[in-house]
């Protein structure tokens, strides 16, 4: 008793322990990615601010204004570190004057000018009138930008300038209107028109990097001072965006990049240069203003000193941090994981403490990933729009965080556990007068005859002699494919029976359920094996004794291949069904957990008809009924060892056939049998993880899907609408996309570490698992939507092929990878190669093109010549089938099939 508790203390002092040390591990990550930068401090007092009254919910293109009292803070804050400020309009806001004038805030008062010529006339009204009326107006600015709109004429925009400045003449206020300094100097006869000149200096937009922008700005300045000398200028704006895109110069050459560090820097170094007491000039701007999302792009909303919640984003002097609120991120980070991390460290005490700190380190960054999309709507400033996008990223990120950590969870038993658990060996065979009675049932359609009579032949062939074979040939039309295996089936006797349906319902489980009825009485066990196997002699000998124990259901050999060595495409698919063999059914096995396969597979009959044999409904009938005697209670086995040997898919489209029909039909399983998975039911925890999370890799291809064509939308969106479309979706997107290639590189590390298979049969199983991808796709979406599949049998063996029908099979993946490459250089093109957000973008439709690259590899590979074939035509002999080894020369062969060690070769 005092061992156990001492062993049970020790497991959770060390389970804290590693969970603290993650956890711990990654509040140093953020540290360190935020270390602040040192710039040079800002001694001199602003002179004053460009301000605009919008809150963060307010925008005055929908009529939403800010109130006297949120006006009446802002200015009282601005009023802590600024003389004066700079207005933009006078009839939306008309309370700002007077509530700036309480605070002894000198005004430089607005008008807008736009295409309205009503407004227009309002605007100038009443600046006019607040202008005569306030003694702390000493400026006035009719029209702001309104020649680099193109809203206005030089000529329509002086008929406002002297309308203004006649009514001001008399009170001696001086008027201007506010351009940036490349329209001053394209347009000069507009200086004749104002009393000073208003000039914008935003180094940003012209891609100028922060290193040289303040000395830049002030170069503009002084290239406008020559032009004009004769005329006052005053800066109305300049300042720096805290986050935008990256713009380069039109050398390409530079990059302006938009950051809260470089925002500081500009405004630090600007204050404190040593010209700087000398000009007059507004701080562009006072608070951010979300609002201009919608009109300047997302840059536009970022240049204020001050965030839209009226919080400093930086201090003038000492330390600038990138974000000052990964403290906050960093823990809440570490509190979503921490339990998740303690229970991996505690419970999965058979793994090693390399290995559990790993899968915690996984999920320590899976819940980082998490908080900072879910921080995204504080961190920017969103529209609707944007909203609902980042809606779809943040499922899109928490779909692949689950796939993700499903499969680390996998990856990490096969690599880190010390032992199997439950590991299933061939054994001893009975003697013969205690065989239990074994009926075999074998369902064909369509299919050639020699290939079937070669599995019936080794079936007959089996050191077995309690058994009985139905061959179940169901809506075979041909008389030239059925007649020859009813033939054999009488040259072999009693004990095989041969029976053709015609037009008969339920594909494959139809027959099998036909089968069933027609089974001998004394049967016991009912095997079930594919046309196209040719099992060994001991498949039945060394696996039924397994049934021994009473609550044994199912036993599962694997599926195998033949005839592969020589052709490329028939290569990919043995090493890629191999890998699941391998890995996948081990880490299912020891939690009896199992996917039942329609092949090589053994079910107790008893059990079987209690659960009311196979699912007609269902075209994954064999993984169906499998998960049902599990829902029922019952243990299943696997036992990797190879007994039996099919044929690959005749080509590329014959396995997208087959793993359509497996995605449709495990989509059937997964809403029929919701219910019991999230309910009460027999299920076991671990089972029910098991079943939920085994389809996530599909589910994680239909996400991919889906991620192709939203890409595609929003390149259109970006190049058609920028402003629209300049959320900084890369951003965003990276971390799905991360987690898509760390994930993608864990089925090669797996295959390498697990088979004895050479790099290029490991990259071209990979290649055909992505290649696979659409198909997986289509799959799980047709299942979701519909009720009931086709089963469509799987051409086995190979065939020549037309070169017309090369096209055929792949055509939806070209169609993708033509649009995906299309957007590409239509961003290109039109963004210009320089540009880093475009280069960006191109990167991420250029991972979308993967499966669609891969998918025409694969039909590639399909249509490459069969070695042995070619060396028999050659040789005018045809060629002999290597014989199927024994389970002792299998266990030899641990590249065929060997018993799989876990955190081991």
């Known amino acids: ?170 009170v001696k206020i001086p008027v201007s209107t506010a351009e940036p300094w490349h329209v001053w100097l394209k347009y000069p006869e507009l ?100 609002w ?144 239990p009675f074994v009926s075999i049932h074998l369902a064909c359609c369509n299919e050639p005859p020699e290939m079937v009579i070669a599995t019936i032949d080794s079936l007959a062939a089996m050191k077995y002699s309690n058994f009985e074979v139905l061959v179940l040939d169901n809506n075979t039309k041909d008389e030239a494919l059925w007649k020859p295996l009813e033939k054999r089936c009488a040259e072999l006797g009693p004990r095989f029976r041969f029976f053709h349906l015609e037009n008969w319902p339920g594909f494959k489980a139809g027959a099998l359920n036909f089968g069933l009825k027609q089974t001998d009485p004394r049967a016991e066990v009912v095997g079930v094996v594919d046309a196209d196997y040719v099992v060994s002699p001991d498949w039945l000998s060394c696996l039924i004794p397994h049934f021994d124990a009473p609550d044994v259901a199912v036993v599962q050999a694997p599926q195998a291949h033949r005839d592969w060595e020589t052709q490329p495409f028939r290569r990919m698919c043995n090493w890629e069904f191999d890998g699941f063999f391998r890995i996948g059914m081990h880490h299912r096995n020891e939690r009896n957990a199992l996917i039942q396969h329609g092949t090589m597979t053994l079910v107790r009959r008893l059990a079987l008809e209690e659960v009311g044999g196979w699912s007609e409904w269902c075209i994954c009938e064999d993984t169906e009924l499998g998960l049902r005697l599990i829902e029922k209670g019952y243990d299943t086995r696997y036992v990797d060892y190879v007994l039996g040997r099919g044929l690959t898919p005749s080509d590329f489209a014959a396995i997208k056939s087959q793993r359509f029909r497996w995605a449709f039909g495990a989509m059937q399983i997964l809403k029929h049998h919701l219910p019991a998975m999230i309910g ?48 900084p979706v890369t951003a965003l997107a990276m971390p799905i996309l991360a987690f898509m290639a760390f994930k993608a590189a864990l089925g090669p590390i797996l295959y390498r570490r697990t088979m004895d298979a050479p790099w290029k049969d490991i990259l071209g199983a990979s290649v055909l698992s992505v290649g696979l991808a659409h198909a997986i796709a289509r799959g799980v979406f047709a299942g979701l939507v519909k009720r009931r599949g086709e089963f469509v049998r799987t051409p086995k063996g190979w065939k020549d092929k037309g070169a017309f029908a090369f096209f055929s099979p792949i055509r939806e993946e070209i169609g993708l990878l033509l649009a995906l490459v299309s957007g590409a250089l239509a961003m290109v093109i039109l963004r ?52 199927l080894p024994s389970p002792a020369a299998s266990i030899a062969r641990p590249a065929i099939a060997r018993e799989l060690q876990p955190g081991g070769s």
């Open 292 to 435: 201009k999302v919608e009109v300047e792009g997302w840059a536009g909303a970022y240049w204020g000193m001050y965030n839209a919640e009226r919080g400093a984003k930086f201090p003038l002097d000492g330390l600038v941090v990138k974000d000052i609120r990964w403290h906050e991120k960093a823990l809440t980070a570490a509190a979503i994981a921490f339990l998740p991390m303690f229970l991996i460290a505690f419970a999965l005490r058979d793994w090693s403490v390399f290995g559990r700190l790993w899968l915690a380190a996984l999920v320590q960054a899976c819940a980082a990933t998490l908080v900072i999309g879910l921080n995204v709507p504080a961190d920017y400033y969103l529209t609707q729009r944007d909203l609902i996008g980042l809606g779809g990223l943040i499922t899109a990120t928490v779909l692949t965080i689950a796939v993700l950590l499903s499969h680390g969870f996998e990856f990490g038993e096969v690599l880190f556990k010390r032992r199997w658990r439950r590991r299933f060996l061939p054994l001893a065979a009975h003697p013969a007068e205690n065989e």
């Open 1 to 170: 008793m005092l061992k156990s508790t001492v062993s049970l203390i020790y497991r959770l002092v060390v389970a804290l322990i590693l969970a603290g040390v993650v956890a711990g591990a990654q509040y140093l990550l953020w540290e360190h990615f935020n270390r602040g930068a040192e710039f040079i401090g800002a001694e001199n007092n602003i002179q004053g601010f460009a301000y605009s009254a919008f809150q963060r919910n307010q925008n005055p293109l929908k009529g939403t204004y800010p109130s006297d009292e949120e006006v009446g803070r802002d200015l009282d804050l601005l009023a802590q570190s600024a003389e004066r400020i700079r207005t933009y309009g006078t009839t939306d806001i008309p309370s700002i004057v007077p509530l700036a004038g309480q605070r002894k805030l000198t005004v430089t008062a607005g008008a807008w000018l736009s295409t309205d010529k009503e407004a227009n006339e309002r605007e100038v009204v009443a600046v006019v009138e607040t202008a005569r009326k306030m003694r702390h107006v000493n400026r006035v600015v009719v029209g702001n930008e309104a020649i680099l709109r193109g809203d206005l004429t030089v000529a329509e925009l002086a008929e406002y300038l002297a309308t203004a400045r006649k009514s001001l003449r008399r």
């Open 832 to 883: 210009g190669a320089n540009d880093i957000e475009a280069q960006l973008w191109v990167g991420i439709l250029a991972l979308q093109c993967i499966p669609y690259v891969a998918a025409i590899a694969c039909q590639v590979a399909a249509y490459m010549p069969d070695r042995q074939l070619a060396a028999a035509v050659s040789a005018t002999a045809p060629t002999k089938p290597a014989p």
């Open 191 to 290: 200086a004749k028109h104002v009393d000073y000149i208003t000039v914008h200096l935003l180094p940003y937009h012209e891609g100028v990097p922060i290193e040289s922008a303040v000395e830049y700005a002030l170069m503009r300045y002084d290239e406008l001072a020559r032009t004009f000398p004769k005329k006052k200028i005053v800066i109305g704006e300049i300042g720096w965006p805290s986050r935008g895109p990256i713009i380069t110069s039109q050398d390409g050459h530079a990059m302006a990049v938009a950051s809260v560090e470089n925002e500081a820097r500009f405004i630090r170094e600007f204050l404190a240069h040593p010209r700087t007491p000398k000009l007059d000039y507004f701080l562009m701007e006072a608070f951010d203003q979300p």
């Open 680 to 727: 009460p039911s027999r299920l076991n925890l671990a089972q029910r993880y098991h079943f939920l999370t085994g389809w996530f890799a599909w589910l994680g291809d239909a996400l991919q899907l889906v991620f192709a064509f939203a890409s595609l939308a929003w390149t259109i969106g970006m190049l058609y609408m920028p402003k629209a479309f300049g959320l």
